[in-house]
Each structure stands twice: as C-alpha cells, then as structure tokens.
C-alpha cells in the first residue's frame, strides 16, 4: 500500500506524524513545568505563612508579658500584617472565628464584617471552607477555591495556605493564583 503513495504524500506524512509529536513533548513539557512552579509557590507560602504566625505570635506575647492590651496587641499585628499585604502586594488574610474579616487585600470593603456566607464564584462558602480546613488540620494546610483576580477580575484557581492562632482564634493565610504562574510560565517560553 505504501508502494502507491507517492513520495510527497511519504514526506507529509512523517512531517505531520513528527509535527503531533513535537506538539505532543510541548504539551507535557509545559504541564510538568507548570506542575513544578506551582509546587514551588506553594511551598514558598509556608514559610511567609510561618512569618506571619511568629508576627501574631509576637504581639501575643507582649500581652502576656503585660507590655501591650489584648486589644492593641491585636490591632497592632493587622497593621502590621496589612502593611506586608500592601508593601509585597500579598494576598493574607486574617479573620475570626466568628468569620470577622480582620485583614484582606482582595476583600477590603468587607474588612471588619462578618464573611461566613460569602461564597466563591462556584458557590463555596468561602470562609467557612477555610476555617473547617485548618481547624481539621493541626499545623496549617492548602485549600482550593475559585476567585477573581483583583488585576485581571477573571475567575480564576486559587490556592491558600492558611494556619490556625487558637489563642485568639485568628485564621490567617495566604493565597496564589493558578492563572498568574500560567502567565509567568508562558511569559518564560515566549521571551526566548
């Protein structure tokens, strides 16, 4: 049968047959890049996460030694923390158990009110999500959710490491969004 075909047809043949598996390597070559940043920024989260932690630990501290009021001592650490938000562009978030937003970038109009039905653009209660996650977890973990980006207002993945204060029953975390390291990925690829 390969008699019959003519050599043109051969050679397009093996260009098409070597172009699908070039498209193909491509294709996995990203998702494995891709699946490696993400795990990179996610496992940067910890650390800055753990920052954080020892920031609210310290204020707590302080009022245990007597320096500082319960009430400054924790309105001191937002500030604090907000002014990493707002100086490294970050996504923390801090709220209590009672779903009291203390602190967020992303959802400032909503600071100092109750969050608990504020759902996700899936419909997720998004709060309650996070709090259930980290309570069921005794050193902090990752959640999964869907938001918009506050640069590009699309939905977007989101992923947020978040970790437990029981002394003052602070959930507080951080978030990175999955389309942002597609962008960093493909602004790699494009740029050589």
Not at 38 to 62: E, K, T
Not at 100 to 108: A, D, V
């Amino acid at each position: 049968m390969l008699k019959k075909v003519s050599l043109e047809k051969k050679l397009l043949l093996i260009a098409g047959s070597l172009s699908a598996l070039f498209i193909i390597f491509s294709i996995n070559y990203f998702l494995y890049i891709r699946n490696n940043v993400i795990d990179q920024r996610l496992c940067a989260l910890v650390p800055r996460i753990n920052f954080i932690g020892s920031i609210i630990n310290d204020y707590y501290q302080q009022y245990l030694d007597g320096k500082l009021a319960l009430l400054d001592a924790q309105s001191q650490a937002i500030k604090r923390i907000h002014q990493i938000n707002k100086d490294n562009d970050n996504y923390i978030f801090v709220f209590k158990d009672d779903y009291t937003l203390l602190e967020s970038i992303n959802r400032s109009v909503l600071r100092n009110q109750n969050v608990k039905e504020v759902k996700d653009i899936k419909g997720v209660k998004l709060y309650q999500l996070l709090h259930t996650e980290v309570i069921t977890r005794a050193n902090g973990g990752y959640s999964h959710y869907y938001a918009y980006s506050k640069v590009s207002h699309e939905e977007q993945e989101k992923i947020s490491y978040s970790k437990y204060f029981s002394p003052w029953g602070w959930v507080y975390g951080e978030g990175m969004y999955i389309n942002d390291v597609d962008k960093s990925i493909l602004n790699i690829l494009t740029s050589n």
